[in-house]
């Protein structure tokens, strides 16, 4: 399985990009991270939707999502996997979150808690996680 990560707002050349490329070299680059420009939130919403690979399953990180373990977000994942699914497409919104269209578009919504993230914190633990998660997959040590 492939995974995309779909983000609204485009970073510059920091240091925490290092480390969300480290994590996705990891994965022998089998994550793909694509940016949006800022807009309002249907917008954003609409080139989210616009830019989701066909056949795709779409989760959406909002703070109203569902908050899971990564032992849940490992069986959600297997699931997928197991109805022979080929790319998750995960999407980060933008300042002001998702909009009620593509919140009713998407395949699912999770969250990463209460707590307010910034965007490149949430794109950094969302790699960690997939991260983790195939190690899980490939009986790596890494999870323990």
């Known amino acids: 399985m492939r995974y995309q990560i779909s983000c609204i707002g485009k970073l510059s050349n920091i ?4 480390i969300i490329r480290k994590y996705i070299k990891r994965v ?4 793909q991270i694509i940016e949006f420009p800022q807009s309002d939130v249907e917008k954003e919403g609409s ?3 616009e830019y989701s690979p066909k056949n795709s399953i779409l989760i ?6 569902e908050n899971l373990s990564t032992n849940k977000l490992f069986e959600l994942i297997k699931s997928y996997e197991m109805n022979n699914t080929k790319i998750l497409n995960f999407a980060i919104g933008g300042p002001y979150g998702h909009g009620q269209f593509i919140k009713q578009k998407s395949d699912k919504i999770i ?20 991260y983790r998660i195939e190690s899980i997959f490939n009986n790596h040590p890494y999870h323990k």
């Open 111 to 130: 969250s990463f808690g209460k707590m307010t993230w910034s965007h490149i914190i949430a794109r950094l633990m969302l790699v960690e996680q997939i």
């Open 47 to 49: 080139k989210l939707l």
């Open 28 to 31: 022998r680059n089998k994550i």
């Open 15 to 18: 240091e925490e990009n290092k």
């Open 60 to 65: 959406l990180l909002d703070k109203e999502g």
